[in-house]
């Protein structure tokens, strides 16, 4: 083999660009400028070590087995495989289609680093790898991915607002739903089928169009666990305040909700109370709800006529994992025609309301909230709380509940048929 010195090469190409600069009237210190940033440039892409993303995740306390970036929570590859390969791709220099060529990926990595390092610039000193981590999620192409880091990052103060535009459009590439060597198995299947095996099984899977699942294999890949709600409080004029503030209370503590508030209209919405609430959302523009909350007060009779909301209420519950409500919400449910046929309760001092809007239901009138498959209703005001309670219990368990009773110091009343103020009417 002949090996030729740095120096020469340099030698060599300033006496190749002499005779360009000569003809061009460059100056010698121009040139030498030139050649100097030739072997900056260089240097660097020579003394660059090899992406290692697993330093990055313990640096920051993150489990290599955890799967937190897909839409609703997992996607079925572990966020530290799913790095594992663009690492894989990027340090061996691989090309793996024509359109996500060596050269292609080397710069959505570039741009997505260079955009990392400047929007948790501030963090850096603390986690020197935190740059390297958000280019990662950036380049598994995903939105959900990257919305996944940003909602960590923005909760920290900085928000990801720089260019990561080439990295997210290899969600075809490096995605679970992607395919890295373009053998017509999803990331997923090869993940399914091989990574069992350990991790370099699945690598070697996913990019070497040879080896693929067997039928077998495929009939056994399970979906995604969901591990995300997102959870969808409808607010309109005249809304009791605790109605909505008890159950946000507790919900906004379960790092596994999405809490946002939707109305008719986007913007502020007052409360019975007179204090005003930001709706993010309007009905047009609200997006997927797993959890759908309807709070009652006060301006529940004037919303008893409003069919838009109406319509919204029954088109959200017919797509809902869970729709719930607090007080004289349920008359709201009642009048949509969404408790046709189930049991449920309402306010005690305003019983007659919710009843008089639907002879179809069976109407509760003693208990503090009631579960009836997928809806639960609450009685008024503070049970609205203790139905919210009820709710994580069914969805992650009772100790669940409880912990976070006491973190928030609140006397849960976990009896629902124990009732104090079913003799009020």
């Not at 005779?19 to 061009?24: D, E, R």
């Not at 020579?46 to 997992?74: H, I, S």
Request: some cysteine; aromatic content about 8%.
């Amino acid at each position: 083999m002949i090996t030729t010195s740095k120096s020469y090469l340099r030698q060599l190409a300033v006496a190749m660009l002499a005779t360009i600069a000569t003809s061009l009237g460059c100056s010698n210190a121009t040139l030498e400028s030139t050649a100097a940033v030739a072997d900056t440039e260089q240097e660097t892409q020579q003394e660059q070590p090899p992406l290692n993303f697993d330093d990055a995740f313990k640096e920051v306390n993150f489990k290599l087995t955890a799967d937190d970036n897909g839409e609703a929570g997992e996607n079925g590859i572990p966020d530290s495989i799913e790095m594992a390969l663009i690492a894989k791709v990027l340090n061996e220099g691989r090309s793996l289609s024509n359109e996500a060529n060596a050269k292609v990926l080397r710069a959505a990595w570039d741009q997505a680093h260079r955009s990392a390092t400047h929007d948790v610039a501030q963090h850096l000193a603390k986690w020197p790898r935190l740059s390297t981590l958000v280019a990662g999620y950036a380049m598994v192409g995903t939105q959900a991915s990257f919305d996944a880091m940003n909602k960590m990052t923005t909760a920290f103060g900085t928000p990801l607002s720089s260019d990561y535009g080439l990295a997210l459009q290899l969600a075809n590439v490096f995605g679970p739903e992607g395919d890295a060597d373009g053998d017509g198995f999803t990331n997923r299947q090869e993940f399914s089928a091989f990574g069992k095996e350990s991790r370099d099984a699945y690598l070697m899977a996913a990019l070497d169009k040879s080896k693929f699942p067997s039928s077998e294999q495929l009939s056994q890949v399970a979906e995604p666990k969901k591990t995300r709600y997102s959870v969808g409080v409808v607010l309109y004029e005249g809304f009791e305040v605790l109605d909505v503030y008890g159950p946000v209370e507790m919900w906004g503590n379960v790092s596994e909700f999405d809490v946002f508030m939707v109305a008719e209209a986007k913007g502020p919405v007052r409360s019975a109370q007179g204090i005003a609430t930001v709706a993010t959302y309007s009905f047009d523009d609200a997006p997927h709800i797993d959890i759908l909350m309807v709070p009652g007060g006060n301006g529940t009779i004037p919303q008893l006529k409003n069919q838009k909301l109406l319509e919204f209420l029954q088109s959200r519950h017919a797509a809902s994992t869970w729709t719930t409500s607090v007080c004289t919400g349920s008359a709201l449910l009642a009048k949509a025609g969404v408790l046709d046929g189930l049991q449920a309760t309402s306010n005690k001092a305003f019983f007659s309301l919710a009843k008089n809007q639907s002879d179809k239901v069976q109407w509760v009138e003693r208990a503090r909230w009631v579960e009836d498959g997928k809806v639960f209703t609450s009685s008024g005001v503070s049970a609205g709380t203790d139905m919210s309670l009820a709710l994580v219990a069914q969805i992650f368990g009772l100790d669940r509940a409880r912990q976070l009773a006491t973190q928030l110091e609140y006397q849960w009343h976990e009896d629902k048929d124990v009732d104090p103020f079913a003799k009020v009417k």
